[in-house]
């Protein structure tokens, strides 16, 4: 079935090292992506978005990669910070023709100590 | 930009009663979803609707279940004869067209005693 899944459910890493979460999805029609980070007792908060013709997307000090040959999608934190700690989530869209309905994996804890 | 709206907040009832949620989406975003998430999972769709009509229904949107956009703006979600089963976050996350980023509310979270 459809599904998108997490390597790692949970990342430590030190203040101001970079972070590296990974997300592998099932799907080969997905053609959009998103990344999502969600803070206890909050909503899931976009962070960054990447569509099928591309393979690397960059925003504030976060990077997306996609690798469509092996479904692999990475979510690159530059220079870690405290207030990055919180449950990251990728999720996927399958089209053409869908109805944009999201898919979410499980999740992966980042957990940045001081 | 005020960004995706949900109320109550929290909901505690008794087993069997009804509930109703409200969503007010980003103003000019035509589609509205509506997602529930359980403890360590990620969300799962429910519905959604361009404008205001409903054109998805999950599987998991049972007949207990029904969700309703009358003009095209807020959304409301029912559940009557709530069971443990229900406790969960209800998330509403709305967008402006397809394949376009979808952003959350804080949503309702659903206690059931």
């Known amino acids: 079935g459809e599904s998108v899944g997490l390597h790692l459910p949970t990342l430590s890493v030190q203040e101001g090292d970079n972070s590296i979460i990974n997300c592998a999805y099932s799907n080969s029609a997905s053609d959009y992506f998103i990344w999502y980070k969600q803070e206890s007792g909050k909503g899931p908060q976009f962070i960054i978005d990447i569509r099928s013709n591309m393979d690397k997307r960059q925003g504030q000090r976060v990077t997306v990669l996609l690798n469509k040959t092996v479904k692999h999608l990475s979510l690159q934190i530059a220079a870690t910070q405290p207030g990055d700690s919180a449950v990251y989530f990728c999720?996927?869209?399958?089209?053409?023709?869908?109805?944009?309905?999201?898919?979410f994996g499980q999740g992966t804890t980042l957990q940045v100590k001081p | 930009d005020t960004g995706v709206s949900q109320d109550p907040r929290h909901k505690i009832t008794k087993r069997g009663q009804n509930v109703t949620f409200r969503c007010d989406p980003i103003?000019?975003?035509?589609?509205l979803y509506w997602y529930r998430q359980t403890l360590g999972q990620g969300p799962e769709f429910l519905t959604y609707?361009?404008?205001?009509?409903?054109?998805?229904k999950s599987r998991l949107l049972s007949d207990r279940f029904s969700a309703e956009r009358p003009k095209g703006s807020f959304s409301t979600l029912e559940i009557q004869r709530t069971e443990q089963g229900d406790s969960a976050m209800y998330l509403c996350?709305?967008?402006?067209?397809?394949?376009?980023?979808?952003?959350f509310g804080d949503g309702t979270r659903l206690s059931i005693l």
């Open positions: 103003s000019e975003h035509n589609r």
């Open positions: 999720a996927e869209m399958v089209g053409p023709g869908n109805t944009g309905k999201l898919i």
């Open positions: 996350a709305s967008s402006w067209g397809f394949n376009q980023p979808q952003h």
């Open positions: 609707f361009q404008n205001e009509a409903q054109l998805e």
